[in-house]
């Protein structure tokens, strides 16, 4: 069959998931181009439903998609000790992935030159003037989209080399209590009074929705995944023996794992061509978190396009990911305990300070504040260490695995 070609679009998007999605919507957005988003039909290619959270401290755009907000925030630590934080003016937000492709797939709808495709990309390579995507259509039948630049947010098939790889995994519940017993105004980011695995670490993480209904998470940093038979034992016991939630429905649930690595993530895929997403580095590797970095490289890309520049920054500093290379292998190697390093960092550094050095938004002094409030021996003894230390392929990459 004869491909079919058409001259789309200033810019393509390959994959319309929080990188795609989030750029689609700043371009169009800023009227900065035109803009084809290509989303793969349902099926394995398509990631099941998950929710994205983050923190902003104001009127981002997408507060038609937040499902919910908390202005306090709470970690307990492995000895049961809370630390409650308010990180005004931050706010932590709950997007769910559904609700954000709505939002967006309607303001594209609405706008001039946006366009979502159903099609599964084959290939991007440079073309005459920009690059081409070649697609299958849903029907079997071949497509080929051009554009002046290409952002492809498909997952890598094998993550760059790293001298540190760690897994975070999960599993969540979406539960409804019988009675009350949530507060709804406070997350848990991390509950360490959970038992600890022999290697990383593992903590409960709960977002209340209303006063009986909530988002409960088992979460692990470690090298390797568990099943789910292995998840759901132990988001029962924290759920039963931690929470003391007594009788529940699940309602729903999530599973995921993210990267955390410090491998090296090339922005260039070719000359009109860019990596963004995970795929492109985005992921925070010492945290996971993703999409407030996501929003962030998106704005900047959209601004560059509208005043006719091609930059696509980096979604973190070099400060930020030598601080999290360093944190990663102290973690990894032991030399530190992730429970309290984590509760420690909560109790002694202002939150509204600590959430801006995860945006690397700190500056250098305040980085300087933050680490002296780390075990700074271990920290320094890694440190002095990594330079040395070959980069290995070890993991397949798992970007966004999610399952139902
Ligand atoms: C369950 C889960 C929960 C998470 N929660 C958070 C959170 O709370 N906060 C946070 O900051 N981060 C979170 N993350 C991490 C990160 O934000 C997400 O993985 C996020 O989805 C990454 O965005 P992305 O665009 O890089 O990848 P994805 O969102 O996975 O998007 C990739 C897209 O590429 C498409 N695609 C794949 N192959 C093709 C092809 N051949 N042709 C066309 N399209 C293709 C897929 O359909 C998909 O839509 C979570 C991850 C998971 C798995």
Same mark, same amino acid.
């Given at each position: 069959m004869t491909p079919r070609s058409a001259e789309t679009s200033d810019v393509v998007v390959v994959g319309g998931g929080a990188a795609g999605l989030s750029l689609a919507h700043r371009l169009a957005e800023t009227r900065a181009a035109t803009v084809t988003v290509i989303e793969p039909p349902d099926g394995p290619l398509r990631p099941a439903e998950r929710t994205w959270c983050y923190w902003h401290? !104001?009127? !981002? /755009?997408l507060e038609e998609a937040v499902s919910a907000s908390w202005s306090v925030l709470r970690v307990h630590g492995a000895d049961g000790r809370p630390v409650t934080v308010e990180p005004d003016p931050f706010t932590y937000r709950m997007v769910r992935s559904t609700d954000f492709e709505r939002m967006v797939h309607g303001r594209l709808a609405h706008s001039d030159g946006g366009h979502v495709l159903r099609a599964t990309a084959q290939s991007v390579r440079n073309s005459p003037g920009g690059a081409e995507v070649r697609c299958t259509l849903p029907g079997g039948g071949p497509l080929t989209l051009r554009a002046r630049r290409v952002f492809d947010s498909r997952p890598l098939t094998a993550l760059p080399p790293a001298r540190t790889q760690l897994l975070q995994h999960f599993r969540g519940w979406f539960v409804r209590t019988d009675t009350d017993r949530f507060?709804?105004?406070?997350? !848990?980011?991390? !509950?360490? @009074?959970v038992p600890q695995p022999a290697h990383g670490l593992a903590f409960g993480y709960v977002l209340p929705l209303t006063p009986s209904r909530a988002l409960v998470e088992y979460t692990e940093f470690s090298r390797n995944t568990l099943n789910t038979e292995a998840y759901e034992s132990a988001l029962d016991r924290y759920c039963r023996d931690? *929470? /003391? *939630?007594g009788p529940l429905t699940v309602e729903q649930t999530e599973q995921g794992v993210i990267p955390m690595t410090d491998a090296r993530f090339p922005r260039h895929a070719g000359t009109a061509v860019f990596r963004i997403g995970t795929a492109g580095g985005?992921? @925070?590797?010492?945290? /996971?978190?993703t999409f407030s970095a996501v929003q962030r490289q998106s704005q900047a890309i959209a601004a560059a396009l509208r005043d006719g520049h091609a930059t696509v920054p980096a979604p973190h500093g070099w400060r930020a990911l030598a601080m999290d290379a360093i944190l990663l292998r102290a973690l990894d190697t032991g030399r530190i305990s992730g429970p309290d390093f984590f509760t420690n960092l909560f109790r002694r550094v202002p939150a509204e300070r600590l959430l801006r050095f995860l945006d690397g938004t700190t500056s250098l002094r305040e980085e300087w504040g933050i680490g002296l409030r780390t075990p700074v021996r271990a920290m320094l003894s890694t440190a002095a260490e990594l330079p040395f230390l070959p980069r290995h392929a070890r993991h397949s990459a798992r970007n966004g695995v999610s399952h139902r």
């Open positions: 401290s !104001d009127v !981002d /755009g507060d709804p105004t406070v997350a !848990d980011l991390m !509950d360490f @009074r931690t *929470l /003391g *939630l985005a992921t @925070r590797p010492a945290t /996971g978190y």
